[in-house]
């Protein structure tokens, strides 16, 4: 159980496109998601916590409007990556964490990434 | 300084020998501290989840918490191939299903 996926797992796109990754949880309700970054040699770095129905919080430093995220339902969340550059190619990763109570709550289950490259 | 520091990799052992992976940080309001393992494509998944100081030991794995030194380990014995992949330390301040702050990762390799 718990288990995350997500879609596309690798896109290549032109600059100044936008790009649209989706997360979603495949056996469980997700009351919030988290999308990550990771550049190449760097950490998972924390961009946004999207709770369902509500706006996305965003981390500092991280443009809300290029970095659109809709968590419209408590099993899907998507980043749009707007008008996409050369330096937005990164590694992006989602997580999703259980409703408030029963066994695993306490956790974060991840999904596989999605490969962005932007030419 | 990063709030959090992940010793450098990649690690190559010979199956059976015991494994020392090792973070510090910054943060001392870090609370919970989690390491994760990742096998190539996929996504992180927990291993060990520590709340303040202490050991945990689950099988072959232990997590250590040393908050006086900001300073975290994950030891593995009797390292088996199947333990190849890279292995993040991650922590937080309210849980393991809040904000994580993650190290670098570090690779390891376990020879047959």
């Known amino acids: 159980g718990a288990v995350v996926s997500q879609h596309p797992s690798r896109v290549i796109c032109k600059s100044g496109t936008s790009v649209k990754i989706e997360c979603r949880s495949l056996d469980f309700q997700a009351t919030t998601m988290f999308w990550y970054r990771q550049f190449p040699k760097q950490s998972l770095m924390l961009m946004a916590t999207s709770n369902e129905g509500s706006k996305a919080t965003y981390e500092q430093g991280v443009e809300k409007d290029k970095f659109l995220i809709n968590h419209a339902s408590l099993t899907l969340s998507t980043l749009t990556v707007t008008s996409a550059h050369p330096e937005d190619s990164s590694f992006y990763i989602c997580?999703?964490?259980?409703?408030?109570?029963?066994?695993?709550?306490?956790?974060?289950?991840f999904g596989p990434g999605t490969r962005l490259t932007v030419l | 300084q990063k709030e959090v520091e992940q010793d450098p990799g990649p690690l190559s052992v010979p199956e059976g020998a015991i494994v020392s992976l090792n973070c510090t940080y910054s943060n001392s309001a870090f609370q919970y501290f989690m390491w994760y393992r990742q096998y190539s494509r996929k996504g992180p998944e927990l291993l060990m989840y520590t709340y303040s100081s202490g050991n945990k030991e689950d099988g072959r794995f232990t997590a250590q918490v040393d908050k006086s030194s900001k300073y975290i380990s994950l030891f593995i014995r009797d390292s088996q191939p199947s333990d190849s992949a890279t292995y993040l330390c991650a922590m937080s301040v309210s849980g393991a299903n809040s904000k994580l702050t993650f190290g670098k990762g570090i690779t390891l390799s376990v020879r047959p």
């Open positions: 997580s999703a964490t259980l409703g408030p109570s029963g066994a695993g709550t306490d956790t974060q289950y």
